[in-house]
């Protein structure tokens, strides 16, 4: 679990700091809140503690669930069903264990007086800390099948860009893939083959071809080790990216992965302005709606930015001001925020940048394979002509050997 450097000032103005360990920006705005300190400046910090890795935890629960439960609440709730009965009704239908123990929990929370909202928070591994805040508004204003459905909405659109985007990698990832599988086959099986020909030329092999040949000899007589430490190679990867600094330096620097990079970048601020928009038109504060919203990028490098925007604002900065020094919008959307902030509708045209994003991304989804093609192109040429000038170099001197 991440640590979180924070800054606020108390109900006599008196300046507070301090760091609190917690899953997402939300539970740390919540932490401060309940302390009656006012969040000023929310960072990620540099100080990380030994935990067990998320990716030796299994789980048959998959977000879906949770865009399916808000989608059918919104129904059901439209529908004049009383709120209990409607969610022991889905924790009957759940597909996974997860879900029914979670919503089996909720009904128990519900039925003992506690509010919607306190029952969700109280489950963070599944239910984010933007969809708990949105649900207490809805609680509040007194339409929570309108919150529900504009959940289902937002998540059904995260769900969609992230489809797209995999869908959109699927075939340069089974080309690459392809190729690595080629090239090992080759090393193991074919390139012996050659090397027991080549010996028994009795010349001294060019140079590619003994770095290949040196290449697949340690590959067939190590081949253990070299599995060990492959296995060894992800496992250390993964669990680094669950390391703050690490992680923050990774996100910063694969946005700048050529034509995937700028794609995941306006993804992920479509999905910031949504989200946004959505907190502003439910009447949340737009600090702590800020606060919400930046976790939504999924992102540490984003996110930390989005925060300094967000400082900047609380500090007294206009809206589009703070968002020209995060270095993450265009001239384009800069001039929208503007305007939608002097006209005092700044969520419609948080609505309307975010639309614009999607379209963008829409574009750029349609058109990445013909991007990505040129560069598949060049590095399959350049392996394969590799392999074919070690393997057929000493066949030229076999040839004049022959003559």
Request: proline share 4%.
């Amino acid at each position: 679990m991440p640590q979180y450097n924070y800054q606020g000032r108390d109900q006599s103005g008196k300046k507070i700091k301090g760091t609190y360990e917690a899953d997402n920006v939300e539970a740390v705005v919540s932490y401060l809140e309940a302390r009656a300190i006012i969040p000023v400046d929310i960072t990620i910090s540099h100080i990380h503690k030994l935990r067990i890795p998320y990716f030796f935890t299994f789980s048959n629960f998959r977000p879906q669930e949770v865009l399916n439960f808000a989608r059918q609440m919104a129904i059901l709730i439209s529908a004049g069903v009383p709120i209990i009965k409607a969610v022991q009704q889905l924790a009957q239908t759940a597909r996974s264990k997860l879900m029914r123990q979670t919503l089996a929990a909720v009904t128990e929370g519900l039925e003992a007086g506690k509010s919607m909202a306190d029952t969700l928070r109280e489950h963070p591994r599944v239910f984010s800390g933007i969809f708990v805040s949105l649900v207490a508004v809805g609680e509040q204003i007194g339409h929570l099948d309108d919150i529900f459905a504009r959940l289902a909405d937002f998540l059904e659109q995260q769900a969609a860009n992230r489809r797209r985007f995999i869908a959109a990698v699927r075939y340069p990832m089974i080309v690459v893939v392809s190729i690595l599988v080629a090239l090992l086959i080759m090393n193991i099986f074919v390139v012996p083959k050659f090397a027991t020909m080549f010996s028994r030329f009795g010349e001294q092999l060019p140079l590619p071809t003994r770095i290949l040949v040196a290449v697949s000899n340690f590959m067939v007589n190590h081949w253990g080790l070299l599995l060990i430490c492959t296995i060894g190679a992800i496992v250390a990867v993964r669990y680094a990216l669950t390391i703050a600094p690490i992680r923050l330096v990774w996100d910063k620097y694969k946005l700048k992965f050529p034509v995937i990079g700028d794609l995941q970048k306006r993804i992920m601020l479509a999905q910031f302005t949504q989200t946004l928009s959505m907190i502003l038109f439910a009447g949340v504060p737009i600090l702590k709606g800020f606060t919400l919203a930046a976790n939504a990028a999924e992102n540490f490098y984003v996110t930390d930015q989005l925060l300094k925007m967000r400082t900047a604002i609380s500090h007294g900065e206009k809206f589009s001001y703070a968002a020209s020094l995060s270095n993450l919008f265009d001239p384009t959307v800069l001039q929208m925020l503007e305007v939608g902030e002097e006209t005092g509708k700044l969520d419609t045209m948080l609505t309307k940048v975010s639309a614009a994003y999607t379209d963008e991304i829409d574009y750029r989804l349609k058109n990445l394979s013909d991007l990505l093609e040129p560069m598949l192109l060049a590095v399959v040429g350049v392996l394969i002509g590799l392999m074919a000038l070690a393997i057929y170099l000493p066949m030229w001197d076999i040839v004049k050997f022959a003559r």
